[in-house]
């Protein structure tokens, strides 16, 4: 089945503790990609991947880190992690194909207190 | 600035009539857009899309319209099953450069009364 797999679902952490949100893809997409959804603002994007080795800033990238070494997965990395990042954040994949859409995962709801 | 709107944060209707979820844009750039569905505890799914050089996109009971000169999409359910109740986001995108990134709008929780 073709899937989007993020970990964990629901995490809760303290300001300042490293964490990272794995994501894989068994679709073998190029294109990878990270959200933040929030009341009133819908989907922004944090972070973007064109393929292996090639990683880019979304629209609010502050306050994040990503890797992308093998072309299944996507982690999101907070170095240091501040309330302001309590959000729900999904993972993205899609071929660079015209007219693609995207696949998500099924979100990982963070919390930083 | 947000490229992206859905003015209606939630709309309700009655099973059987037509539901219609707006969006409007401001970049003239984006030639591409697509509906995405969401529904709680999920992550968004494609549900259609429409190319710029198109007007209108129909796939079952959804018809996607586009009005270019006015920078607005529409998307419309007939009839509407309580099971369309869910959160639909508009998207758009530009073809041939950043394939796969899309501005995303706020969404449209659409509730379906049986």
């Known amino acids: 089945e073709a899937q989007v797999t993020q970990n964990p679902r629901y995490l809760i952490t303290v300001t300042g503790k490293k964490l990272t949100v794995t994501c894989s893809q068994n679709m073998n997409h190029e294109y990878m990609s990270w959200y933040r959804q929030d009341p009133g603002l819908g989907l922004r994007q944090i972070y973007y991947?064109?393929?292996?080795?090639?990683?880019d800033k979304g629209d609010v990238p502050e306050g994040y880190k990503v890797s992308r070494k093998e072309k299944r997965n996507f982690p999101l990395i907070l170095e240091s992690p501040s309330p302001n990042q309590t959000s729900l954040y999904f993972c993205?994949?899609?071929?660079?194909?015209?007219?693609?859409?995207?696949?998500f995962g099924d979100g990982t709801r963070l919390s930083i207190l | 600035d947000q490229q992206v709107k859905q003015n209606s944060p939630s709309l309700s209707v009655q099973e059987g009539r037509i539901s219609i979820l707006n969006c409007d844009y401001t970049?003239?750039?984006?030639?591409?857009f697509l509906w995405y569905k969401k529904y709680p505890a999920e992550g968004p799914t494609f549900l259609i899309s429409?190319?710029?050089?198109?007007d209108k996109n129909e796939d079952g009971r959804f018809t996607v319209f586009l009005n270019k000169s006015a920078k607005h999409l529409s998307l419309h359910i007939v009839p509407s099953q309580p099971g369309d109740s869910a959160v639909y986001f508009c998207?758009?995108?530009?073809?041939?450069?950043?394939?796969?990134?899309?501005?995303f709008g706020d969404g449209t929780t659409l509730t379906v009364k049986p």
């Open positions: 970049n003239s750039m984006f030639d591409y």
């Open positions: 991947s064109m393929n292996v080795e090639v990683t």
């Open positions: 429409i190319s710029s050089i198109k």
């Open positions: 993205a994949s899609s071929s660079l194909s015209s007219n693609q859409p995207q696949h």
């Open positions: 998207a758009a995108s530009v073809l041939n450069t950043n394939a796969g990134k899309s501005t």
